[in-house]
């Protein structure tokens, strides 16, 4: 079997994953293909000015080292490059300068029937934390995110013609130097798997669409059940641990949000003898620009939509107080989005702002009633014994343990209901039997944090381009300034 993997990421797993897969495939005797186009791209997520002047150059040095040192303790039989096929002149062919309006006319754009554009929405959604972006001051970053979806995509195709695979293996395939892969690949129905974090960071795993497919994840759950080996009583203590090791802050996941917060306090508005709902709501910019097939939405547009009409029909049931508690990761979101969520405070809502000290957990088990969109709250609060109502597509759907409204007015009912009995929580312990344990263990990886560690007992990312300029450029610029001063002086 021919095996071709195609790369642009260089970070740590992901980077190491994709290696870990070239020489898994190797070993069985499949003949595979690694070629890996990242130096060359003028846009790659999470690293800034790598187009031009010395930060291109160093960019474009500090990849080609990760490859190199790759290359010398990988099998030798798999085939590394880095060429993409493409001329100086393809490459220069494929930047246009591009202008649109706004977000949506960006979203629309299409090209070689590949919704680059929705894709490079996607990117720039998550890179900047800014869900609506303005394309027209942007528009220098996003024709450069185009034009490395576009290189990508016509590198990938030359490669494909040229190789024949019967798999092919990439990182991803929801932002701008990935999507063009998946669509190619769907097109031409070309069998291919893509790989992503799983579970920990000792784990990764391999899908047929990108990990924003609800039904894809919702199949991986349930097989992840069924087809373990485990003793029942095995999988639900292990299922029962993902719940409390997070009320305690112990688990191992990429970011523990709720470490800052006071165990134990609530608002100073709470009284028992309220109707106590706690709306939680969801960081959705990975969900901005994904495409409909994962969109999460279900009875409302938004989030914040969702939210006011809740709030003005709770505005009638006698001693109702409803509380908005805001996700912690809207710290990192833009000053326009935290200022949109802040501005619902009424008398009718009260709101926790992300990094108030109050206690996820504790309003979990307190509330009467929880209001989730997205969050593994919902979940949360269901292995709680609170009754919950979930307001999107979520990764629990299935479990029948959350209560999921399908119009409007099944969400009102539910809301007027006195004395709402919370959902069966036994099957909440297959989804923290999942998040414990999903994926394939890496074998030739051995990981320090989630973002670190040894490949083959070598670190490959020590000298990664943004370590690196830190230690050359800023310096060089410090110096630079102070010298332009001195002349002027």
């Not at 130096?39 to 080292?65: A, C, F, M």
């Not at 523990?256 to 709902?277: R, Y």
């Amino acid at each position: 079997m021919k095996v071709l993997i195609f790369e642009s990421w260089h970070e740590a797993p992901q980077f190491e994953t994709s290696l870990e897969l070239a020489e898994e495939y190797a070993e069985k005797g499949h003949e595979v293909h690694y070629v890996h186009i990242g130096g060359i791209l003028p846009y790659v997520e999470w690293y800034n000015g790598i187009d031009k002047g010395i930060s291109k150059g160093l960019y474009k040095r500090s990849v080609q080292h990760k490859i190199n040192l790759a290359k010398r303790i990988i099998n030798p039989h798999i085939r590394v490059s880095t060429d993409s096929l493409l001329s100086v002149k393809e490459v220069e062919c494929l930047d246009n300068e591009l202008i649109f309006k706004n977000l949506e006319e960006l979203k629309k754009y299409v090209w070689e029937g590949i919704d680059i554009g929705l894709a490079a929405a996607s990117s720039h959604i998550s890179v900047t934390n800014d869900l609506d972006p303005d394309t027209i001051a942007d528009k220098a970053v996003i024709n450069r995110i185009i034009h490395s979806s576009k290189i990508v995509a016509t590198s990938f195709q030359k490669w494909l013609e040229k190789v024949e695979p019967d798999l092919v293996l990439f990182r991803n395939g929801r932002v701008a130097t990935y999507r063009p892969i998946l669509r190619i690949c769907q097109r031409q129905k070309q069998h291919f798997f893509i790989h992503d974090r799983a579970c920990n960071k000792f784990h990764y795993s391999l899908g047929t669409n990108y990990r924003h497919d609800w039904e894809m994840r919702k199949d991986e759950l349930e097989e992840n059940w069924e087809k373990s080996a485990l003793p029942l009583s095995t999988k639900q203590k292990i299922g029962r641990e993902f719940f409390e090791e997070r009320k305690v802050r112990k688990n191992d996941s990429f970011r523990v949000h709720a470490k800052d917060q006071q165990v134990g306090l609530l608002p100073t508005s709470w009284d028992k003898e309220h109707f106590n709902v706690v709306y939680f709501n969801s960081s959705i910019s990975e969900y901005a620009a994904v495409g409909d097939e994962v969109n999460p939405h279900v009875l409302f547009d938004s989030q914040e939509q969702s939210l006011v009409e809740i709030a003005n029909h709770l505005s009638n049931r006698a001693n109702a107080k409803l509380y908005l508690r805001l996700h912690p990761n809207l710290l990192n979101q833009s000053e326009r989005e935290k200022e949109l969520w802040y501005n619902l405070a009424s008398d009718q809502l009260e709101v926790i702002k992300p990094d108030s000290p109050i206690d996820t957990y504790t309003l979990i088990e307190q509330a009467d009633l929880v209001i989730c969109y997205l969050s593994t709250v919902g979940v949360e609060a269901a292995y709680s014994g609170t009754p919950t109502i979930s307001l999107s597509h979520s990764l629990y759907s299935r479990l029948n343990v959350v209560y999921q409204p399908s119009t409007k007015q099944e969400l009102f009912a539910l809301l007027d209901t006195k004395n709402l009995p919370p959902k069966p929580m036994d099957r909440s312990l297959e989804y923290g039997f999942y998040m414990k344990t999903h994926g394939i263990r890496h074998k030739y990886f051995q990981a320090i944090t989630h973002r670190a560690g040894r490949y083959r007992g070598v670190n490959l990312q020590k000298l990664d381009f943004k370590q690196t300029k830190k230690k050359l450029i800023r310096p060089f610029k410090k110096i630079y300034k102070k010298f332009i001063k001195m002349k002027k002086g």
